[in-house]
């Protein structure tokens, strides 16, 4: 099983009321978990998080995996709660079969509150990160 065939699964079922998906082809499986909707992911247990503007965005998962806000290699994370983001800046990580893929700011802005908890599933498009974009 190659990332094409996880990736049009996950285009093919994002969207409808499927939770959760288990798919076996031969020797590999891949059990894929999709929340309901964005507000039934649980958020960051950071007691003092950032409330964002009303026009905020969000910073989504680009692929199905596990979030780490932080590489496995480094205690500290790559951005907190309230810093200035640049657009193309890196801010986590989605561990995709043992490969770690970037997740990256949409546009400039300021970092709002986690929407995930970092180690947690993350499916395709899921919301990582609330974004206040920067005024232009």
Not at 78 to 96: H, N, P, S, Y
Request: glycine residues 8%.
């Amino acid at each position: 099983m190659n990332f094409e065939t996880i990736e049009n699964l996950v285009r093919r079922l994002e969207g409808s009321s499927i939770v959760e998906c288990e798919y076996e082809n031969g020797t590999s499986s891949v059990l894929l978990q999709f929340a309901p909707t964005a507000q039934a992911v649980a958020p960051c247990s950071d007691p003092s998080p950032v409330t964002p503007e009303p026009a905020a965005l969000t910073i989504d998962s680009p692929a199905v995996g596990r979030f780490f806000a932080r590489h496995p290699l480094d205690a500290n994370p790559l951005v907190a709660t309230g810093d200035r983001v640049k657009q193309g800046q890196q801010v986590g990580f989605i561990e995709v079969v043992e490969v770690l893929r970037p997740v990256n700011a949409p546009c400039d802005g300021w970092l709002g509150a986690a929407q995930l908890a970092d180690g947690a599933l993350a499916g395709y498009g899921t919301a990582l990160f609330a974004l206040v974009p920067a005024e232009s």
